[in-house]
Each structure stands twice: as C-alpha cells, then as structure tokens.
C-alpha cells in the first residue's frame, strides 16, 4: 500500500520528520525521571555552578516549576530582546517555544548559544506558514498584477524562514502590541499588507483600530489553488491575511462570553488580540499579553475577571492576586500543549549539560537566513513609537 502524499506543514506521527519545521524533530540524550523529587534542587544547583554564564529566560505560558528559574520573564519579543542585551552569558536557556529561540539566536551575538530545552517545543500557528507556501502565495500576487503594491508584514510567531522571507521583501515583523503601527508603516509604502500567519491578528488590528472593514480582509488558504481567491478579490482587498490561528487563542468562541457573562454578575471579559473577531468585539477589554498582565494588576480588589488566554498565565494572575476573581474565559481547560512541553526534567538536563561543559539542543539560524530576517527585526525595531 503506497503512503498518500500530503502537502500539509505538519508532520503526521511515524510519518517522517521535518528539520526545518517548528515542531522540532528529537530530543537525545537521557531525561531526569519526572517523578524525580530532586529535579527542583538539581536545577537550582546546576544554575547556581553556571552562574552569570547563563541567562534563564520564561515566557508568560510556562508552567510555574519552571517559571521559577526564569532570570526575566515576559513575552516572545521582550524576552529576544532581554538575551540581547546580555551578551556576557555565554549561554541563554529559553523556556518557551522554537520560534522564540530562533529569535533569540538572530539578536544575540555569534558567541552565544541558544538553547531550547526541548526541541518539540513549537508553535502550531507558526508551522501553519510553510516558506515554500509564502513563496507560493507571493507567485499568486504576481500573477494577479499586484505583488509590487504589497508589503508583507509578519507576527513575531513565525518561523525564522517567514521572517527572512519578509525581510527580502521589504516588509516588517510585529508583536500583538505594535500590530497597528507596523500596519501603519506598511501601508505608507504600498496599497496592500500580506499579514502572516494570524488571521485574526491581523483582521481584529485591521477593522478594530484602522477602520476597515470586513470585507476589505480576504483568507488566503495554502491548501487550496492560489489560495482560494480569485484575482480580482486578490486586487479589491487591502489586507490579505494568512490562514493561521493559534490553538489556544482561537478555541474561543462568543458563546464562551455569553456563558461567563450570564454566570458571574459583573465581570469584565479580557481577552488576547489573537482570538476570534466575534470573541475580540464580545470583549470589554484587548491586549497583548503584557497588557493583561498590567491591566489585571491594576484592576481594584473585589473586581472578576474572564481572561482569554493561555491558561498557565491566567492561574498564576489569579494565585498572584486572591483579592480579585480571576477565572478563566472557558470552562474547558486549554494549556498550550507545546509550551508545556518544557518541563523539569528538559530544564534539569539542559543546565545540567551546560554545567558539565555541553550544549544541547542549540538552535542556530544560518547565516542567510538570519541576515533576512534580522533586516525584518530591525525594521521593526524602527518603527514610530
């Protein structure tokens, strides 16, 4: 029986294994038992012998026994920026997932290494925009008569291909914070934004804080020929956006406002500019996850809250401030699968390996690549404040 060819950008279990995918493809090397009651100690040990040559860093979504060992915590791109400036420690331990250490590893210097604790960290949002389907999709706008009017504009969850791909092109990188004004940029340099790979992102900043509206956004989809568009919708829209989500973020639906609403007299629904547009406009409150984290630490005591996000932050806001009621958005318990996947005992083996003299699972971009995608940080990094 012949295996049927697919043409998706994730890999189907005992089907093979993709380098260059987001997903990772092993792990060598000997892991700590889980059950093992010493890892907190062995962890704190091994930091303690490397000392100021490595740089812990923790995203928001990682679960606290990790967390715990995090020298900064915070979100994807102030965390590549954090290692960057530490270009004393030789080696930077990033607790999160793959694109955020390829990040890292683009901004920090050539003797730094950058290591991801467990290689099968990914992003599913990010694996949703392959470099050869972009490469796809710009052809399509050739042929459709407009490439030269569009500037593609990139969310900082992508790959380091997407972002090199966007810095040939002349485009920018975002984070969920400055989506608007990187949209802003793009659009004083050509009539159309090519927005990858978070649909929703890139509808919600379009039609909430630019005034398009609906229609002026259409989907291009990677699995369908030329994405599903005809030419002229190619022509009459002013965003073209990718069709990716996060798995997290768009689990959400309006019924999960209605249900929180009608159960808790008061609360205030706060959810992440990544969510579904019918769960962003059913919100009273919209941000990147910093602006969670500050508007919650700012709310007055008595006061409830829905948050839509990742549920590892949404515990932890709410453990850090029992005088408020904080609660998740949904009833169904959503972590992120692939950020839970560094756990203690990858941690433990990383910064035990280091100790000893080892690096493991370093993640280096090639030289071409970083070079394309720094130009796209960079760009970014430019942008009006």
Not at 255 to 283: I, K, M, Q, T, Y
Not at 316 to 328: E, S, T
Request: one cysteine or more.
């Amino acid at each position: 029986m012949t295996t049927p060819v697919r043409d998706l950008p994730l890999l189907f279990l005992g089907e093979g294994a993709d380098p260059a995918s987001e997903r990772g493809v092993d792990c060598p090397g000997d892991l700590p038992p889980a059950s093992d009651p010493a890892l907190v100690d062995r962890a704190r040990a091994a930091k303690e012998a490397l000392g100021d040559r490595v740089f812990v860093l923790g995203h928001h979504y990682q679960r606290d026994e990790v967390i715990q060992f995090a020298d900064v915590t915070g979100d994807s791109f102030k965390l590549a920026r954090q290692a960057a400036a530490r270009p004393e420690a030789p080696y930077i331990v990033f607790c999160g997932v793959h694109f955020m250490a390829e990040s890292a590893d683009i901004l920090t210097a050539d003797h730094q290494s950058v290591v991801l604790p467990d290689l099968a960290a990914g992003c599913s949002m990010a694996d949703m925009a392959t470099f050869d389907q972009v490469e796809e999709c710009w052809d399509v706008l050739e042929d459709a008569g407009i490439a030269d009017d569009v500037v593609p504009v990139t969310y900082m969850n992508s790959s380091a291909d997407i972002k090199a791909f966007v810095g040939r092109y002349g485009g920018t990188v975002c984070t969920s914070s400055n989506a608007k004004r990187a949209l802003d940029w793009a659009y004083g340099k050509g009539e159309k934004v090519l927005f990858l790979p978070d649909q929703h992102l890139g509808r919600n900043t379009a039609v909430l804080e630019m005034g398009f509206a609906l229609d002026d956004c259409v989907v291009y989809n990677p699995h369908r020929p030329d994405g599903g568009l005809s030419q002229k919708e190619l022509r009459d829209a002013k965003m073209i956006l990718w069709r990716g989500h996060c798995s997290v973020h768009g689990r959400f639906g309006k019924e999960s406002v209605d249900e929180v609403r009608a159960r808790v007299p008061g609360v205030n629904v706060l959810v992440h500019p990544e969510c579904r547009h019918e769960v962003v406009l059913g919100a009273d409150l919209i941000g990147s996850t910093e602006y969670i984290i500050k508007t919650i630490e700012a709310a007055p005591s008595g006061s409830s809250w829905a948050v839509g996000t990742e549920l590892n932050l949404v515990r932890r806001l709410a453990n850090a401030h029992p005088d408020k009621n904080v609660m998740f958005l949904d009833k169904t318990v959503c972590f992120c699968s692939t950020m839970n996947r560094i756990d203690l005992p990858h941690l433990v083996r990383s910064l035990e390996s280091l100790a000893a003299g080892e690096v493991v699972n370093r993640i280096q971009v090639d030289e071409e690549t970083a070079h394309y995608a720094r130009a796209a940080l960079d760009q970014m990094l430019a942008l009006p404040s």
